[in-house]
C-alpha cells in the first residue's frame, strides 16, 4: 500500500514524460483557443492510456486502478483538462469492457483503446444530476431496435466522441428500469447542443447530447435490460478515483510552480523561500496532497480487491481529494501574489480546472451523503 513497485514507479514516470512533452508545453494555448487536442490522443493510445485497465484481449493495458491512480495524477500535471478527458473515456470503455459481450468488445474497443475513437459516458440530463436514477432519455423497444428520446447534459466529448455509452430508461420508474446502451456518433437523429461556456476545462468541449427518435440496433445493449443503473454506479467508483487523481496532479503541478517562483522571487533583500511563513504554508500543501494521495490509493486498492467498503472509501478518497486540490492550487496562486491571477503564470487555470472536480462524478455533497449512509447502516468499521 505504501511502497510503489518498480513497475508502477516506471508506470508513472512515463505518463509523466508523456504530459511533459505533449500535454503542458501547449495547456496554455488549448485552454486560450478552447481547443481540444484530439491530435495528442493516438499519441496518448499508443502509450496504452486510452484502455488503462481494459483486458489486454481488445487492445487494453489491463493494469490496476492503483495503477490508473498514477496514470490520471502524472497526466494532470501537464493538463488537468485533457487528463481528466481521457479518465472519462476510460470509464466509458471499460462499461463494454466489464458488462458487453465478446462482439461488443471486439467491435468498439481496440479502436477505443488506441484513441484512435473516443468515448464519452452519457448519464447527468438537465432535469436530474445527483438523483440519476430519476434519469428520463427514453429507449423504447421497436422490433430489433431502440428509438431513443430526451436529452443528456454537461457530456465531455460531446460532439467530438465517436462513442456514447448511454444510460436511458427501458423500463419502471427508478433505478431498476435503466439500461445502458452503445450510440455511435453517425447514428441519424442524434445531435449535440452548443459548447457550455464553462470557468474552466477549455481544453475538452462539454454540450448536451440530444435523442430524437434515435434509432441503434437492441444489439448494442450493454448487458441484460435493468441493469444500467447498477452499471453506472460501478462506473462511478472508478471515475471518481481517476478524477480524484486528476485533482492531485493539478494540485502538484500548481505547488511545482509555487516552488519554483518562491526560489526566484526577492523580496525585504531575500529569497521569499527563506521566509519560514512561506515555507510552513508549502508544508501544509505538501501534507494535504500527501494525505489525499494515500486515501485514493487505499480506495483504488478496495476497488481492485472487492473490499466491501469500496464505494465508501471511494466517495471519501473522492471528496478529500478534490477539495484538497482545489485548496492546494488556489494557495500556489495566493502565493505567486498578482502574478498567479495572470494567465501567462498558468496557476489560475488550474484552479479553474480543479473547481469542477469537486461537482462531477457526484458531487462532493453526495460523497457525504455516502459515507454518512454507511455510517448510520454499519458504524465504523473495525
Known amino acids: 500500500m505504501f ?11 512515463t505518463a509523466r514524460e508523456f504530459a511533459d512533452v505533449h500535454l503542458a508545453p501547449h495547456a496554455l494555448d488549448w485552454d486560450r483557443d478552447k481547443h481540444f487536442p484530439v491530435e495528442v490522443f493516438p499519441k496518448a493510445g499508443a502509450l496504452g492510456l486510452g484502455g488503462v485497465y481494459i483486458k489486454p484481449d481488445v487492445g487494453g493495458s489491463g493494469l490496476t486502478r492503483l495503477d490508473a491512480a498514477l496514470v ?24 463494454i469492457d466489464e458488462f458487453g459481450d465478446d462482439d461488443q468488445r471486439g467491435r468498439w474497443l481496440p479502436s477505443m483503446c488506441a484513441m484512435e475513437s473516443l468515448g ?34 454537461f457530456i465531455s466529448g460531446a460532439g467530438a466522441a465517436d462513442v456514447y455509452v448511454v444510460m436511458v430508461r427501458t423500463g419502471e420508474a427508478g433505478p431498476r428500469g435503466i439500461s445502458a446502451v452503445v450510440v455511435p456518433a453517425d447514428t441519424p437523429g442524434l445531435s449535440f447542443g452548443a459548447p ?3 470557468m474552466g476545462w477549455h481544453a475538452q468541449p462539454t454540450a448536451q447530447v440530444v435523442f430524437d427518435n434515435a434509432r441503434v440496433p437492441v444489439a448494442n445493449r450493454i448487458g441484460r435490460e435493468g441493469l444500467g443503473f447498477a452499471m453506472a454506479m460501478r462506473g462511478l467508483n472508478g471515475g471518481r478515483l481517476n478524477i480524484a487523481s486528476c485533482s492531485l496532479g493539478g494540485a502538484r503541478a500548481a505547488l511545482e510552480k509555487a516552488l519554483d517562483y518562491l526560489r526566484t522571487r526577492r523580496a525585504f533583500d531575500d529569497e521569499l523561500i527563506n521566509f519560514q511563513a512561506l515555507q510552513f504554508r508549502l508544508a501544509d500543501m505538501a501534507t494535504e496532497l500527501e494525505v489525499a494521495r494515500t486515501m485514493v490509493w487505499r480506495a483504488a486498492s478496495a476497488v481492485q480487491d472487492g473490499d466491501p467498503r469500496a464505494v465508501e472509501l471511494c466517495a471519501m478518497a473522492k ?18 501574489g498578482g502574478y498567479g491571477y495572470l494567465a501567462e503564470y498558468g496557476v489560475e487555470k488550474i484552479v479553474r480546472d480543479l473547481r469542477v472536480h469537486q461537482i462531477l462524478e457526484g458531487t462532493n455533497e453526495i460523497m457525504r451523503v455516502i459515507v454518512s449512509r454507511g455510517l448510520v447502516k454499519d458504524g465504523l468499521a473495525a
Not at 502524472?74 to 470509464?91: D, P, Q, R
Not at 464519452?120 to 423497444?141: H, I, K, N, W
Not at 422490433?143 to 447534459?153: A, C, F, I, R
Request: hydrophobic share 45%.
Open 3 to 13: 511502497d510503489l513497485t518498480a513497475e508502477q514507479r516506471e508506470i508513472s514516470r
Open 72 to 95: 490520471f495524477e502524472a497526466l494532470a500535471t501537464g493538463c488537468a483538462a485533457v487528463s481528466a478527458f481521457i479518465s472519462i473515456h476510460n470509464m466509458a470503455a471499460w462499461v
Open 120 to 153: 464519452a459516458y452519457c448519464l447527468t440530463e438537465p432535469g436530474c444530476g445527483s438523483d440519476a436514477a430519476a434519469l428520463r432519455t427514453t429507449a423504447a423497444r421497436d422490433g430489433d431496435e431502440y428509438v431513443l428520446n430526451g436529452v443528456k447534459q
Open 196 to 198: 457550455e461556456r464553462k
Open 319 to 336: 471528496r478529500f481529494a478534490t477539495d484538497a486540490g482545489f485548496s492546494v492550487a488556489n494557495e500556489a496562486l495566493q502565493l505567486h
